[in-house]
């Protein structure tokens, strides 16, 4: 009896042994590893609760842009992309300082008195960054032949309405090239006129020479249509520069914002750039450039104004503050972003 038990426990184990030898055994396994976005994949962006851009008016070129890229945005990413109406630039840019506003459109003007504390920002430094070039402003005087005046020493004794409190680039545009000319302390002053007063004063002979952006010059011509520029010379225009870098000198183009002039009138040119906080993380702004230009073409027929922001215009090689550094990779990947975009960049980081 003992014999057969034994004999039967054999068989049992010699059963349990084949099943588990021919039981099918797993694959190995090898350590996993991260993953990676593939070349059509975009990494995960940290998106802010919403984002705020600021603009002087609601209904100006400017503001129907923004208001349209943000549509772009808002569809893409999901928060909402608010337009802020601020009257004031040095409030925007306090705002931009605090984080109270991520992206605002500011004068080069007020860039970079604010980056140095002077001006309107008097022991105050502001630490902003470029997220994209907006373009030239040409500024020049201009008159009417009733005064007989060809060339800016001419202006010696007649009425000139340069200055303004709101629009400060003009005293700093019209002093250093008055002064260059000599005119400076010959000159009637008739300061801080608003700009319907200035035109109404060419046509009325109230005024003999003021200064403004080519653009209103087509206002200017409603009232007196025989209005003309006065051109500013290379020479004069440097010393303005030499005095206050975000200057630029250059001639008008001979057709701009629908208008045509004269070739080789010389002027100032000042920018304007879409600054935005500092401290906005890099991929953020990477993306939000990214996702504006791969919608550039819906983007285009918003306004006439819209194509001043093409993608090969907005990258300013003679900036007055750095650009933001996912801005600079952006126009990096895309081939925008110049030799000289870079010198300027290294030199304004130091």
């Keep these: 009896m003992r014999k ?4 039967i426990l ?5 059963l349990i042994s084949l099943i588990v030898a021919c039981a099918p055994k797993p694959a190995p396994t090898t350590p996993s590893k991260p993953t990676t976005p593939t070349a059509t994949e975009k990494p995960q962006v940290q998106w802010p609760k919403s984002i705020t851009w600021s603009s002087r008016s ?12 943000s549509a772009q945005w808002e569809k893409a990413i999901k928060i909402p992309c608010l337009l802020s109406v601020i009257g004031s630039t040095e409030a925007a840019i306090e705002k931009l300082a605090t984080g109270d506003l991520d992206l605002g459109y500011i004068g ?7 980056s140095k504390g ?11 960054r470029q997220m994209f070039s907006t373009g030239p402003v040409y500024m020049d005087f201009y008159t009417v032949p009733r005064t007989g005046i060809e060339t800016i020493e001419d202006f010696a004794g007649k009425k000139i309405a340069y200055s303004s409190q709101r629009a400060l680039i003009l005293n700093d545009i019209s002093i250093p090239v008055l002064k260059y000319y000599g005119v400076f302390d010959k000159i009637i002053d008739m300061p801080n006129l608003p700009m319907a007063q200035r035109h109404s004063g060419i046509a009325d002979g109230s005024v003999d020479v003021t200064i403004g952006a080519a653009m209103h010059m087509e206002q200017q011509w409603q009232t007196a249509p025989d209005a003309y520029f006065v051109p500013i010379g290379k020479d004069a225009g440097a010393s303005a520069v030499k005095e206050y870098p975000f200057l630029k000198w250059g001639p008008i183009p001979t057709s701009w914002k629908g208008l045509t002039f004269p070739a080789g009138i010389g002027s100032m ?17 990477y993306n939000l450039l990214d996702i504006m230009y791969d919608n550039w073409s819906k983007l285009l027929p918003v306004h006439a104004a819209m194509n001043e922001w093409d993608l090969d215009k907005v990258v300013d090689a ?3 503050i750095p650009y933001h550094p996912g801005a600079v990779k952006y126009f990096k990947e895309k081939g925008v972003w110049t030799p000289a975009a870079e010198a300027r960049q290294n030199e304004l980081m130091k």
Excluded at 108 to 114: E, G, I, K, N, V
Excluded at 119 to 128: P, R, V
Aim: proline content about 2%; glycine content about 6%; aromatic content about 10%.
């Design 269 to 285: 040119i000042t920018t304007s750039g879409m600054c935005i906080r500092k401290d906005m993380p890099d991929d953020v702004v």
């Design 58 to 69: 609601d209904k100006d070129s400017n503001a129907i842009r923004i208001i349209a890229i």
């Design 10 to 14: 054999i068989v049992i184990a010699l």
């Design 4 to 7: 057969r038990l034994f004999l």
């Design 108 to 114: 080069y003007y007020d860039q970079w008195h604010a």
């Design 118 to 128: 002077t001006g309107a920002y008097e022991g105050t430094k502001y630490e902003l």
């Design 318 to 320: 003679q900036m007055v």
